[in-house]
């Protein structure tokens, strides 16, 4: 069975985040999907079917551990690596059909830019920030705010501190984690950040995601956190540019968009870049 090894948010290989792509997946069940996620052992695989229509593409997304209802940079690289194949020839977009429901995917040249409608789901918790601080290996003075839980199908908990310095230093203290955590939505996954600066409507932010519940110690570049990020944070800004990976050697940019009515979120943008990095096949299914 073919796959496609492609790097997501970013235009130069071997830095972003690592996807692998098996575009021709009817057959497999859920077993073997979760067993071949497991052994490229990377961020996401995406296993893609014919859709219900055309121009339409079924997709299901894997962790290492588990499956996901939703993910940006399997959603755009996916998309990437299918106009690499020829499959989009003479669309501008695509839809997606995730877990999630329907996910609309703008195409351009190696790049792509998903679309997501109204504000990210939030959910109230009762958590003192003074407890993640402890857990991420922070002093208190240094977050901004209380932590809060947001995401489009995918809960993140978003952790904003003072500086780009403390994003760097911050380091997730799994058994600390775990041991609050377990009656969280957003449990299995949180994601650190900083505003780092801002020109007019564009906000910059650095940030970390850490997920060992997935199978995932870091993650370089997250845009499901980023279309939650977009989705909930409270800001006028309507560009915010994300810059993740840094600390990990693999540099990605997240271009996240925020459409906006009488103050009121109505809709998120994710845009980003790919390259596709190889094209081999399974010699063996599970």
């Known amino acids: 069975m073919r796959y496609l090894l492609s790097d997501v948010f970013t235009a130069q290989a071997f830095a972003g985040n690592q996807l692998a792509v098996l575009p021709d997946a009817a057959g497999l069940d859920t077993r ?89 789901e939030t959910r109230p918790h009762s958590i003192m920030p003074v407890v993640f601080a402890d857990a991420l290996g922070l002093r208190r003075d240094r977050l901004v705010g209380t932590p809060w839980q947001a995401g489009y199908g995918t809960p993140f908990m978003f952790v904003q501190v003072q500086s780009r310095e403390d994003v760097a230093a911050a380091m997730l203290m799994a058994d600390r984690w775990h041991g609050f955590t377990e009656a969280l939505w957003a449990n299995r996954a949180v994601y650190v950040f900083a505003v780092t600066g801002q020109d007019g409507d564009r906000l910059s932010v650095h940030a970390r995601m850490f997920a060992p519940k997935m199978g995932i110690v870091e993650d370089p570049a997250t845009g499901s956190a980023a279309a939650a990020l977009a989705g909930s944070l409270v800001t006028d800004a309507t560009i915010i540019e994300i810059d993740q990976g840094i600390e990990m050697g693999r540099p990605s940019r997240i271009t996240a968009g925020v459409t906006r009515d009488a103050g009121q979120i109505t809709g998120i943008s994710i845009a980003g870049q790919a390259v596709v990095i190889a094209d081999g096949q399974l010699i063996r299914l599970p």
């Open 32 to 120: 073997q999907m979760q067993s071949i996620a497991r052994e490229f052992n990377i961020a996401e695989t995406t296993f893609i079917t014919p859709g219900s229509a055309p121009g339409r593409f079924a997709m299901r997304i894997f962790t290492p551990f588990n499956e996901l209802p939703f993910a940006g940079h399997p959603t755009i690289g996916s998309a990437v690596v299918l106009t690499h194949l020829g499959r989009t020839e003479g669309l501008s977009e695509i839809v997606l059909e995730e877990k999630v429901g329907p996910v609309r995917v703008a195409l351009g040249e190696n790049a792509a830019i998903l679309f997501m409608q109204g504000a990210a």
